[in-house]
């Protein structure tokens, strides 16, 4: 049996590498074992060091600091290294929650694995298993999938690989994409139930809980500030047997789905457009204006 182990091969003068989690928006959240790291190491690795200093200063903690983001890990990751291996312990830090998880990190740990040097992870909070936890989603298997490609195009092929994901999808995203995220999401997965996690922990920290298309009205009504999680429910098996006809649906031309509508259903053509409008994520009056462009062409 191999044991899998740096500490083993490690030498006895090397130093030690903390990863440590650090608060994604209550101070409070800090654990009592990571604040005792902060004090104890030499050197703390940071995304940013402006937020990371507010973070010590908070804690009357003093420490050396130097930066340790995506566009310097390349060649700041051996410069670590190198004083972990004369005996410095240096604890690792991102702006907020857990490095490597959606942050720079994953260099710095594979490099110290790779170099025989014990790695320490000092777990703490975590947006998404918070949002999860307060979801009222049934959470017994999840799919995290971070940050999605910021390109619409990009993004909607990650989804439509992420449509038969059977568990939930918990996804971040940027405050000024979240929009076309919920919309993409709609038009990619279908209208399935999800719930939106907006500042997590902090002061004006909200839950959002509905269908897309109704988080998609709510947002396009009012855009909220912040950082977001998005978690998206899995199919289920109704979803499964009607995805052909969903995607027909949603795919065929606008007036010919509100003159199906009108047959199926025998509703006026005002009813069925609402209803048409609703089923792609559009509101009455952007569904309208489909309509007068495909009757001038």
Not at 57 to 78: C, D, G, Q, W
Not at 136 to 157: T, W, Y
């Amino acid at each position: 049996m191999r044991v899998d182990s740096a500490k083993t091969n490690a030498n006895e003068t090397a130093g030690c590498l903390y990863v440590v989690a650090t608060p994604i928006g209550n101070l409070e959240d800090i654990s009592l074992r990571a604040l005792r790291i902060l004090k104890e190491v030499d050197l703390v690795a940071c995304e940013d060091t402006r937020q990371t200093l507010t973070l010590l200063t908070h804690f009357e903690i003093k420490k050396r600091l130097v930066s340790y983001h995506e566009h310097n890990e390349m060649t700041r990751a051996p410069e670590i290294v190198i004083e972990l291996e004369q005996g410095a312990k240096v604890a690792l830090v991102s702006d907020a929650g857990t490095p490597a998880i959606s942050d720079p990190g994953h260099r710095l740990v594979s490099l110290c694995v790779r170099h025989g040097i014990r790695v320490v992870p000092i777990p703490g909070a975590s947006a998404f298993v918070a949002a999860l936890a307060a979801s009222g989603m049934p959470i017994d298997e999840f799919a995290f999938v971070g940050f999605l490609p910021s390109r619409s195009a990009e993004r909607k092929k990650a989804l439509t690989k992420l449509a038969a994901e059977p568990r939930i999808i918990a996804i971040y995203e940027a405050p000024h994409r979240v929009l076309e995220m919920l919309e993409d999401s709609l038009e990619i997965l279908g209208n399935r139930p999800a719930v939106v996690a907006r500042e997590v922990t902090k002061l004006h920290e909200e839950f959002l809980r509905g269908h897309l298309v109704d988080l998609v009205e709510t947002m396009r009504k009012k855009m909220p500030r912040g950082e977001f999680t998005l978690l998206i429910s899995p199919r289920d098996e109704a979803q499964v047997q009607t995805t052909d006809a969903t995607v027909s649906e949603n795919t065929m031309p606008l007036a010919r789905r509100v003159e199906d509508i009108i047959l199926e259903r025998g509703v006026d053509r005002k009813t069925a457009l609402k209803q048409a409008a609703r089923e792609r994520g559009l509101t009455r009056r952007e569904a309208y204006k489909q309509l007068l462009i495909t009757r001038d062409e």
